[in-house]
């Protein structure tokens, strides 16, 4: 695909639709699959809390990205420099981000990340990088951060996102 340029920007994911559309980038196949599904909201202010939550989401997670794929974004790092983000990571850019996370789900009613009354596109988003991206990078987060242990309302999120029976069906296969 990527020898015969059928990726948009060179890299994937990319969601073909009936051999007519090609979208490409996780957060606009995730907002593109959430409006057929209704899970994005019609109310531009609700809509607007669940895009911020997705680009939250994006800057949360970009110096893990930088720390797993350098040469991806033009980067060269060395053990010491390598050591030197994982430490921040650990230290001050999760707690800070994953803080922020928690503030937004301690003033929403319903548990969804921005308070929407289903899951919304940033809730899949989330619940992907803290569910299954983060415990599986033990080099990137010590036992404590990947389990969440600071975050209780992140661990609720959790929780409550893969007891969906849709996700329960979808992970039991």
Known sequence: MKLNGSLPFGQVPILEVDGSLTIAQTNSILRYLSKLGGLYPDNPALAAKVD???????????SASIALYPTRFGVTLNDEQMAGLVDALVSEIMPRHL???ERMLSVSSTGWIAGTERPSS????????????????EALFPEPLRKLEAYPLLQRFLAQFFALPSIKAYYSQ
Do not use: S
Not at 56 to 61: K, S, V
């Open 52 to 62: 911020a939550a997705l680009d939250h989401e994006l800057d949360t997670f970009i």
């Open 99 to 101: 803080g922020n996370l």
């Open 122 to 137: 940033a809730d899949f988003a989330w619940a992907c990088r803290l569910g299954q991206f983060m415990p599986e990078k």
